[in-house]
């Protein structure tokens, strides 16, 4: 099986404390349904959107995590890696569906090794949650990500 993340076996059906009020343990899944996981996310800390020459393409809108908060339910079989050159993170798409579920990266300036949840794949999220969470603006296009690119509309 593909290393797409730690398989888990629990839920977020299981007890779990929060320090903050805003945490909150969520379930996302491709569309097909073959990749699924879970992630403790606080929406209100902020997502991320980019003009990165990927994310133009993909509509890419994030929520960054550690890795420790990412864990992958099913579907290690069914994904495809991908990132076009060793810097970039390493994207997982559903082989069957192709929606892109998360992302797996290591940078500096995001505190070492994160993970990327493409929040559109959350399934027991409130819309209203998503509507209401603040978007940071990457210009990843111009290797400016601590800035906002002039244009963000289109993102
Ligand atoms: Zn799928």
New binding site residues.
Partial sequence: MMAIGVLYEGGCKSERTYLQMTMKCYRG???????AYEADIDLAQGTAKCNCTFCTKARSWKVFIKPTAFRLLS?GD?AVAYNKHPQASRKFF??????RTHEFGSAAYMGGEFVGVFVATLDDVDHSELAGAPVRYADGRNDNWANAPKDTAHL
């Fill in positions: 899944s491709c569309h097909c349904g073959a990749i579907g069914a559903c082989r069957q569906c192709g929606i």
